[in-house]
């Protein structure tokens, strides 16, 4: 028996979204979910910008 209400499971679906939006939006870089009380509270999204390297040397 499911006793998770409706308002439950509509918050959970849009936690979810929220988790996909934040994977497929990142190129490099990586997604920490913050949980208390068995509940997502926070979703930290750390993203690393690749600079190509110059083809000139210092010397």
Request: hydrophobic share 50%; aromatic share 0%.
């Given at each position: 028996m499911n006793t998770q209400s409706f308002s439950d499971r509509e918050r959970n679906s849009e936690i979810e979204q929220q988790?996909?939006?934040a994977v497929k939006?990142?190129?490099y870089g990586s997604v920490e979910i913050i949980i208390h009380d068995s509940k997502v509270v926070q979703i930290d999204r750390k993203e690393k910008i690749r600079l190509a390297k110059s083809g000139a040397k210092d010397d």
């Open positions: 988790i996909l939006r939006s990142i190129r």
